[in-house]
């Protein structure tokens, strides 16, 4: 599953500090030995332990039988499923079924029979009485006849999937003429059996066959091959899907809906990519290199795409990301878009995530939550092989980079184990400790062990456990088979331990001998005082010439001593700057320069931008000017971010520099941060007409950088531009218009925000939500009151609680400036001394008062319906 897109960083750091809050504290048992008893504190409590789920029955094969109400949003489902007992005999059966109402259970043998079975339902589990003892060596069959009622379950759910209740009814009387009707599923992590009866855990694997009954106009889609329709008398149609091959229940999906089917193959897999119809021409470009991919992963790894098809999906109001269901991958709509949204919005490094998972995740299954990141890890470092395979080095290790910045953010709150057994719900563990550092760890056990064996181990782990769920150390003795090596170390130390390195590293030159100094610094709950880091220092001697030296740090505080015949240039410690963690090196002028000239990777570069960025001298300068024309497009970007002395030293030069990136250069992120730059740098010099032209940019996110720079230069043309610009279909255009009316709009835009509201979904509804909060405080108050209404919708949506939240502090601080200006007018009436201008005050002081009950009459009603304990609590303080 991939829970990170674009406009999720904006909300990390916010995100991480809330996620992380509800840990569970562990306190272990004090034990007083005697000679012959063990006497425990009767106060303390027993750790939690999240163990696999225990195998009692194995499902072998599952049969559904589906058809929908779309007015009750309910599905009619009969499920028939093979079991045989795992090991011990027994005489019983449980089946995770939430929320449904069950009309039938029965044993059916050889020849159909179906013979009524006993059994007790909770709204949780199904449990069955089979009626006699069945022992390893017996199968038996199931039939249940129920309705699930996914919308009368508690949505639950938290950041990476918003809601847990399985199946969706998206838009069913058709009332929201701008949104399809759609139906489909979301079973991770254990919602497949909020719409049919399973045993639902991920070390649980199953065959599956589907019959889908829909009205004829729609499509379906769902897990392995189509292999026929039938028409109905009427008018419906049935679609017979069927996998033959086992996987987890968490990976069982449908689609239904209106959407265009664009077909591909590989190796004579029929690779098909659904979109809504008016996307029909860019199918295959809102799906990027997937055939390529294909290749790509089934070469790399040795091991071939093992499923029946490759198909993606996009749907409206998707509750996660993406997620990797079998062979039918769905996204959620913020990958769709017309030929300019493509432009910056390729969906790739997502394509490449849900792909990578189909080996490890879908083919390969983590046994239980607490083992997470042997799917997530490999598949967010799925995202660094795809990059650097097609796009380069440079690239790949931009995209670790974020990696590695996105766990730090977390960590700084919350430091975790990789795999942890004590999580409070199951969803914990989808965070960026499972996705980001996972992926970093597994970079640095590939650099650790070498090419060659990284990825002829990988092909061992999946041949040896393929259709199998595993635990960690499953992959550490696929490692330790191939290499030779105990690597318990690296385990233990990365995936069974928490936080990370932070080293000051300090050096000095005194006869003939080059000294490293490096100290691990950090501390903290979990945290090893000591990690066990191999690394390469990298030395650029006084000759130019650079020295390789390979160390390994082992030691609290540990000195390097290398015998050098002249003090070096520069040492660039970790090199291939693949450690996980924190270092802290004093750099000189000089030092960045030489490590600029004698970059290892991009980040090389990058740094010493960000050191010479303040620099006066013309060779720092130089640097900065030069490095605008570099091949790698993020150099380049970050110099022009970085432009700001050069700006004033060279402003001719640089202008006509800026100018040129801004119009000519292919990477539109590069165009729109020269015109960022120049906006910043050079406003006072810079023509509307300039700017102008960059509203006829192809590229959204310039469009949206021009009319910024606009707006900065002359609020009123940036204004009445953003007023022209209202109807376009791009969620950075609109951000930024609702920025700009956020400080100069009128009571006549608030048409705009409820238009944009309506039609936005995901995380883009949150900046929005708080430009319309800011727009809303500089308006009359009968434009507040008439808003009301469109908060309160928000407020009380279906969508993610920090959403929510957004909306619930616009009202929250609208009422507490009516409340003060309340206080402000009382003041004046108590001055004033004028009759009729006290009587003008009183009228407008009960003016203000009924919009204040207004607004509190409206949280009262949100605080009611709200689920999210955190924002109940926020709305009950500002009430009390």
């Known amino acids: 599953m991939k829970t990170t897109y674009r406009l999720l960083i904006i909300f990390l750091a916010f995100i991480f500090i809330q996620a992380c809050k509800t840990t569970i504290p562990v306190i272990q048992a004090d034990e007083f030995v005697t000679l012959d008893t063990v006497q425990v504190n009767s106060n303390s409590e027993r750790e939690i332990y999240r163990a696999s789920e225990t195998r009692v029955n194995d499902l072998l094969h599952t049969k559904l039988e589906v058809t929908f109400g779309w007015d009750s949003a309910f599905l009619y489902g009969k499920a028939h499923l093979q079991f045989v007992p795992y090991f011990y005999a027994t005489d019983s059966l449980t089946l995770d079924a939430k929320g449904f109402q069950i009309h039938k259970v029965a044993l059916v043998d050889k020849i159909g029979k179906r013979t009524p079975l006993t059994y007790s339902y909770d709204q949780s589990f199904l449990k069955i009485d089979l009626g006699k003892t069945y022992t390893r060596k017996d199968t038996y069959n199931i039939f249940v006849d129920y309705t699930a009622m996914p919308n009368k379950l508690k949505a639950g759910g938290s950041l990476a999937i918003t809601q847990a209740k399985g199946l969706y009814f998206i838009n069913p009387d058709g009332s929201d003429p701008d949104k399809p009707k759609q139906i489909w599923t979301q079973g991770e992590t254990e919602a497949s059996s909020c719409w049919f009866p399973t045993i639902d855990a991920p070390n649980e694997k199953t065959t599956q066959e589907i019959y889908i009954t829909v009205d004829s106009q729609y499509v379906t889609l769902s897990n392995g091959e189509l292999m026929f329709q039938s028409e109905n008398p009427d008018g419906t149609r049935t679609d017979y899907w069927m996998q033959s091959l086992p996987h987890a229940p968490y990976l069982f999906m449908m689609a239904v809906g209106e959407f265009a089917v664009a077909k591909d193959e590989w190796r004579g897999k029929p690779v098909h990519y659904y979109v809504e119809p008016k996307y029909a021409d860019v199918a295959r470009d809102i799906y990027p290199n997937t055939v390529e991919m294909l290749e790509f992963f089934s070469t790399k790894l040795g091991y071939e795409y093992p499923w029946d098809k490759y198909h993606q999906i996009v749907v409206r ?32 490094d997502i394509v490449a995530h849900e792909l990578f998972h189909h080996w490890f995740g879908d083919l390969v299954t983590c046994e239980s939550w607490s083992n997470l990141p042997l799917n997530e890890s490999f598949a967010t470092y799925g995202e660094y092989l795809w990059n650097e395979h097609k796009y380069g080095k440079d690239q790949a290790d931009l995209h670790g980079r974020g990696n590695l910045r996105t766990y730090l953010g977390q960590s700084r709150i919350n430091k975790k184990k990789l795999i942890r057994f004590n999580y409070g719900d199951e969803m914990e563990m989808f965070d960026s400790h499972s996705y980001q550092k996972g992926g970093r760890v597994l970079h640095l056990l590939r650099n650790h062990v070498g090419d060659d064996a990284f990825f002829a181990l990988l092909k061992l782990y999946l041949e040896s456990n393929e259709f199998q769920s595993v635990e960690i150390h499953q992959l550490r003795l696929a490692f330790e088979k191939v290499t030779g090596e105990d690597l318990n170390w690296f385990f233990n130390q990365w995936f069974f331990g928490a936080g990370h390195p932070i080293l000051e590293i300090e050096k000095s030159f005194t006869n003939d001998t080059l000294s490293i100094t490096v100290k691990q610094t950090q501390d903290g709950a979990g945290v090893a005082k000591i990690f066990l880091l191999p690394t390469t220092i990298g030395i650029v001697q006084a000759n130019g010439l650079l020295l390789e030296k390979k160390v390994t740090i082992s030691e609290r505080t540990q000195t390097i001593k290398i015998k050098q015949n002249s003090a070096p240039l520069l040492v660039n410690f970790d090199i291939e700057k693949v450690l996980i963690g924190v270092i802290n090196q004093a750099i000189e002028r000089n030092e960045a320069i030489t490590l600029y000239n004698n970059s290892y990777t991009y980040l090389d570069k990058y740094d010493a931008i960000k050191m010479l960025k303040n620099k006066k001298d013309s060779s720092s300068l130089d640097i900065i000017s030069g ?37 000519k250069d292919p990477k539109s992120s590069v165009r729109a941060a020269a015109i960022n730059a120049i906006s910043k740098n050079f406003e006072e010099t810079i023509d509307l007409a300039f700017l102008d032209r960059g509203i006829e940019d192809l590229s959204f996110k310039v469009v949206s950088a021009s009319l910024d720079a606009i707006y900065k230069k002359n609020k009123e043309a940036g204004v009445i531009k953003a007023h022209q610009l209202e109807n376009e279909e791009n969620a950075s255009i609109l951000l930024t218009i609702a920025s700009i009316y956020a400080i100069d709009g009128k009571p006549e835009q608030k048409a705009f925000f409820n238009n944009t509201l309506k039609k936005t979904s995901g995380f883009n509804k949150y900046p929005l939500l708080i430009s319309y909060g800011e727009f809303l ?99 009950e303080g500002e009430l009390e």
Do not use: C, H
């Not at 769905?330 to 390729?346: K, Y």
């Not at 570099?630 to 100018?659: C, G, H, M, V």
């Not at 004046?828 to 009587?839: F, L, N, Q, R």
């Open 777 to 875: 405080e500089k308006q009359d108050n009968p434009t507040i009151e008439s808003a009301i209404p469109s908060l309160a919708e928000n407020a009380k949506g279906d969508g993610t609680w920090f959403i929510r939240m957004a909306a619930v502090n616009s009202l929250i601080k609208l009422k507490q400036n009516k409340e003060e200006e309340q206080s402000s007018i009382a003041t004046e009436i108590e001055k004033e001394e004028d009759i009729a201008e006290k009587a003008k005050l009183t009228t407008q002081k009960t003016s203000v008062e009924q919009l204040t009950q207004k607004l509190i009459a409206s949280l009262k009603e949100i605080r009611e319906e709200e689920t999210n304990s955190r924002l109940k609590n926020l709305i």
């Open 317 to 348: 109001d998707y509750v996660s990301g993406a997620m990797e269901n079998t062979g039918a991958v769905i996204f959620g709509d913020f990958v769709q878009g017309n030929e300019r949204f493509l432009i910056d919005n390729a969906a790739e």
């Open 627 to 663: 490095a605008m024309n570099d091949d790698f497009w993020y150099i380049r970007k970050t110099a022009i971010d970085n432009t700001k002395k050069l700006a004033k030293i060279r402003p001719e030069s640089t202008l006509a520099k800026l100018k040129l990136l801004a119009e």
